[in-house]
């Protein structure tokens, strides 16, 4: 496939997967979401340092490995943890991540993350479905890379309606918002997030936007959750905040977010064959 993101090919990497290729749905799965996995039939998974190119996972949380599922009738591959920049990791071996699952032959992506609250409307259990972003991490994983301008890294109009549709069918409640993306590993500042939210975030997460440009770059479809586990610094006067309190938001969840995940991979699965005949 002929992409922005060539000259991150990684044929060793493809080599050592080449029995998960063949899904065309994928999932990153952030801080919290990857209960999901457990959730589905495992029919395979390889952790991220034996695979060529990748590199461990060090937040807590993170299962940190390549899974290959099935849920229902329809398979997936998801990346349950993801390689952060504020752990030392290049943008560009995010975008790496991203180029071998387009590489196995996935064409739809699902990125999910935790975020802080900054509209002051939302609160801590909100799940927003991320339909634009800002990407603060002032630097870009596809800079360089032949082809970048053309690519539209906003997420997919159609997979964003295909999201609504199956959180609706389900009964789960849906936020609709922008996500501000910024390089951590500190949580924001008080001004930093009044700044976010001057620029138009919803929510603010240290991840997210490096994929989502990837996935644009690559020619794959993307859409995004985040789940607001705790109100950003300053939102909520005196209120401190720490990874401790995501996580344990996040546990008490699970369960939504694999009944969410599985929706969208049955709709996506549902609507497939109408696209395949032109529809």
Known sequence: MTSALEHLGNPPALEH???????????????GWGHFVESTEVLAACPYEEIP???RSTVAGHAGRLVRGRSGDA???????RLHHYEGHPLERIAGTIAVLAGLGVRELVVTCAAGGVNPA??????????????????SPV???????RARPQPSARLVRAA?????DAGIPLRKGVLFSSKGPTYETPAEVRMSRQLG?????????????????????AVAFSCVTNMAPGV??????????VIEVMEARKGRFSELLAAVLARFERDRPARANGG
């Not at 939302?122 to 630097?139: I, K, P, Q, T, W």
């Not at 609504?164 to 609706?168: D, P, T, Y």
């Not at 909520?236 to 309190?245: M, W």
Request: overall charge negative.
């Open 164 to 168: 609504e549709a199956a959180a609706e």
């Open 53 to 55: 190119g990748f590199g």
């Open 236 to 245: 909520v006067p005196g209120r401190a905040v720490n990874h401790e309190e």
């Open 17 to 31: 997967l080449r029995d998960f290729a063949g899904p065309r749905v994928a999932f990153v799965l952030g801080s």
């Open 122 to 139: 939302y609160r801590v259990g909100d799940l927003v479905l991320v339909h634009d972003y800002v990407n603060f991490m002032l630097s």
């Open 75 to 81: 398979g997936y591959l998801a990346m349950q943890g």
């Open 143 to 149: 800079r360089g890379a032949v082809g970048a301008l």
């Open 201 to 221: 975030g919803d929510v603010v997460s240290m991840s997210t936007a490096p994929e989502l440009i990837a996935a644009a770059s690559l020619g794959l479809e």
